[in-house]
């Protein structure tokens, strides 16, 4: 609760205005006569001292509840057309209760010079039973916008640690593509070497062969066309990844 205090001297006494807020709760009202209703929201007496002796002149339930009406609260920008990444809105909260002629304005201001705990709100005026009040508090104030990601532009937007990173990982990726293919020949190359020159062992000590006839040549003709296939398809599936 917050609660402001505005003294007139009026001989021969004091006129103190006392005005209670809360816009989240309902402030806490004891059972004394002189207090507003339970379920006040904004509350305002008018108190006259003289002498050490206090009197209550007035008691306005400005804005409440009860259990026949209900709060009645609208949040809007004053200038919505300003561009509110620099100082924030200002903002009208107007509350009210149904049936009440009594309603309350409180006009938030940004201010980034504001701690993040409350102040207190001043008064402006109280006319035709509206009280207009104003709070300065940095929670009024917008954040700044943040840049929308374009995925084309990501490499604008990395640091060049970050771009040295993503290229070395690149080249890391493309070197193990290459020896993966690499190492695919190479065994093929082995097996091939090892069967032919095993063949051609066969070949000499079962048929007495000599020359080409040590090479099987069927074999040879079959792993030719499984090469060319391998080739032809791996440039076509190469091709449609981009």
């Given at each position: 609760d917050f609660t402001l205090y505005h003294n007139i001297s009026t001989p021969p006494s004091i006129k103190s205005t006392i005005t209670q807020i809360n816009i989240c709760d309902a402030l806490s009202i004891s059972k004394i006569k002189t207090e507003c209703n339970k379920g006040t929201y904004v509350c305002q007496k008018i108190i006259y001292s003289q002498n050490?002796?206090?009197?209550?002149?007035?008691?306005?339930?400005?804005?409440?509840?009860?259990?026949?009406?209900?709060?009645?609260?609208?949040?809007?920008?004053?200038?919505?057309?300003?561009?509110?990444?620099?100082?924030?809105?200002?903002?009208?909260l107007a509350l009210s209760r149904?049936?009440?002629?009594?309603?309350?304005?409180?006009?938030?201001?940004?201010?980034?010079?504001?701690?993040?705990?409350?102040?207190?709100?001043?008064?402006?005026?109280?006319?035709?039973?509206?009280?207009?009040?104003?709070?300065?508090?940095?929670?009024?104030?917008?954040?700044?916008k943040k840049s929308e990601k374009n995925p084309n532009n990501n490499h604008q937007n990395k640091s060049p640690k970050e771009g040295e990173e993503g290229k070395k990982e690149e080249k890391e990726e493309k070197e193990e593509g290459i020896s993966a293919i690499s190492l695919f020949f190479i065994i093929i190359l082995?097996?091939?070497?090892?069967?032919?020159?095993?063949?051609?062992?066969?070949n000499i000590k079962v048929y007495n062969a000599k020359g080409f006839d040590l090479i099987i040549h069927r074999v040879v003709d079959l792993i030719c066309r499984f090469l060319a296939r391998f080739s032809i398809s791996r440039k076509r599936f190469g091709c449609l990844l981009g």
């Open positions: 050490n002796t206090d009197f209550v002149a007035e008691v306005h339930n400005i804005v409440g509840i009860s259990k026949k009406s209900k709060l009645k609260t609208e949040l809007k920008a004053i200038e919505p057309k300003e561009d509110s990444s620099k100082s924030g809105y200002s903002y009208s149904e049936g009440s002629d009594q309603s309350a304005m409180i006009i938030l201001v940004c201010d980034t010079n504001q701690s993040r705990k409350p102040s207190e709100p001043s008064i402006v005026s109280y006319d035709n039973h509206v009280l207009t009040l104003e709070w300065k508090t940095v929670f009024a104030c917008s954040a700044e082995i097996l091939l070497a090892v069967y032919f020159v095993g063949g051609a062992i066969y």
